[in-house]
């Protein structure tokens, strides 16, 4: 029997899709069940990451196993073989940009021709300098300059104009993440940026509707997302993270990079409280095979951990005020992704940032392993919500039925071919 699409159409109600997150420290997949009663989670597969640092593909052979390798897991727990998968993108410098386009519409009635030919001008307009795309969505659109319905088409008028938000990257750090899928068999049936998947699994709709900023911090990458109007306006990424944190510690301990990822999950902390002065904890030095261990206590550890933090803080607290859709997005604050498992680091970020911070995990999936439900796993999560939700505004290239025509994707499968 040959290979089944994974998205496809199970019967009239009920279709499969499969997910990808290729990250620093881990390459998750889920295979889930969408159906008109919510998500089922079909299959889950994660595997430690190899040949990814930063987000980014360093060594195309590791990052293919280690894909593969999940993959394979989630396959054989759902009983159902993928031919495509929806990837999380973090790499090549993840730039927002918000501008306008507008069409004359000859016809005087807009069709879909003229939607295209107007994200086709806008992706022209992003897509500069080494630059990608790598999502689109419509913030507002007007006919004959007046706000106008979620979907024009069929609307008369003489004039289309979108307020519009594109995510680019760079070129090649996106080639090799999508190379390393394809040398999995698989096609990429579309690409998110991680920060907007890990925004739809943490933030409500409420949130989402009012204004919030999700930041997930990561093993190797730190990325924010704003949504207002359940729009999503802006997003940024930067390679710092958890990992930075877990060497931080085996050079100050002068210990093995496997302790001193012990030592952060269990013992880290960046808000000291009173009894973390004499809580000691044991680990052994690097390179002795004694047996001799070392002691050192949780607000000790704190010293070696904050200034870390605080330098991601400091990255947050910039892009905020950088960035114009701050006034849009608000105050309110989510953060997830696994380093914000860190004991005490809300309460140190509402302090960093001067605003409401708030730690959370993606939302429950029927069939998720309790394992998978932990903040570490919000991006692949997010994924699949973003499966099942109206698209937080109009994807490039989106028609009624969901298919795209002449898409940014097709140039993907050309870049295969070349890779191979």
Known sequence: MGRERAKRRMSGARRVTGVLDI????IACLIAALEPSGVRVLGVGHQRAEGVKGGVVIDLDLAEQAARAAVAEAERMAGIELSEVHVAVSCGRLRSHNFSARADIASG??????IRR?????QAYVEKGGRTLVHMNEVALRLDGTPGSRDPRGMAARELGFDLHAVTADEAPLRNLLMA??????????????PYASALAVATEDERRLGVTVVDIGAGTTSLAMFAEDRFLYAC?????????????????????AEAERIKVLYGTVVCAPSDEHDAFAYPP???????LFHMTKAELAEVVRPRVTAIGHYIRQRLEESEMTAYAGRSLVITGGTSQLTGLAEFMTAELGRPVRVSGPQALQGLPPALSSAA???????????????????????????ETESYLKRVGSWLREGF
Do not use: N
């Open 118 to 122: 107007l994200m086709t001008a806008g």
């Open 109 to 114: 009635v807009v069709g879909e021709a003229d």
């Open 377 to 403: 796993f919000s991006t692949v999560v997010g994924l699949v919500v973003a499966e099942t939700q109206e698209e937080t505004g109009r994807r490039i290239y989106r028609s009624r039925d969901a298919a």
């Open 237 to 257: 990424a930067a390679p710092m993270g958890g990992t930075q944190i877990t060497f931080d510690i085996a050079r100050a301990l002068h210990t093995p990079l």
């Open 286 to 292: 690097a390179g002795d095979d004694d047996g001799i």
């Open 181 to 194: 899928v394809g040398r999995c068999y698989l096609e990429v049936a579309s690409h998110r940026p991680t």
């Open 23 to 26: 990250g620093t420290s881990k």
